[in-house]
């Protein structure tokens, strides 16, 4: 039994060096990147991808993908469910950004001014609490995905309640925004 616990504290210390330099490899691909994201004209479902997976893992870096999710439907007629589909996908990767840095690093977000209210709703309710909190547009998920690695919440539970959440979010926003543009524009005249 003690043999085992040594070779799993050294397996999980490689699995948090690992997870931190792939954690620091998205950081610095975003700043690599950042001024040669796609562009509006020709963003497409691969650019809603990007976009939406650049905007979840920046942590750093405020990258708005949920634009995406509205523009793709809104103003180049692409399919909203697709849209939102693919976007939610796209976070989900994108998120496990936060959640490998909690798990790597207990001390990181712990001195937030809203860890401890996360942590506390995280130890009481994780999957409904990560769920809610990734169904409005919320910049403070970061701290939420971090807090769900600190505390070691279930990897599963932590993909599966962020994707469904993520999900319905996509679907609200580019639902109203393909709907949205179609009434502004049948409101305000299209300007010819």
Not at 13 to 33: D, E, H, K, P, Q
Request: proline share 4%; net charge positive.
């Amino acid at each position: 039994m003690f043999r085992f616990n040594i070779i799993f504290i050294k397996y999980e210390t490689w699995v948090r060096r690992l997870s931190l330099m792939l954690v620091l490899l998205i950081i610095l691909l975003t700043f690599a990147f950042k001024d040669n994201l796609p562009d509006i004209d020709t963003i497409g479902y691969l650019g809603v991808f990007v976009l939406s997976l650049v905007g979840s893992a920046s942590i750093l870096v405020p990258i708005p993908g949920t634009a995406a999710i509205c523009v793709g439907p809104g103003l180049l007629d692409l399919l909203p469910f697709a849209v939102a589909f693919i976007g939610s996908v796209a976070e989900v990767i994108g998120e496990t950004s936060s959640y490998i840095i909690g798990y790597g690093s207990r001390g990181l977000a712990e001195h937030n001014r809203f860890y401890k209210r996360i942590e506390f709703w995280m130890q009481r309710k994780g999957s409904l609490f990560i769920f809610l909190m990734c169904c409005i547009p919320n910049p403070l998920f970061d701290i939420v995905g971090i807090a769900a690695g600190t505390l070691k919440f279930p990897i599963r539970r932590f993909l599966i309640s962020v994707w469904v959440g993520k999900l319905v979010k996509g679907l609200l926003i580019s639902y109203s925004c393909f709907y949205g543009f179609d009434l502004a524009i049948e409101f305000f005249g299209s300007g010819e």
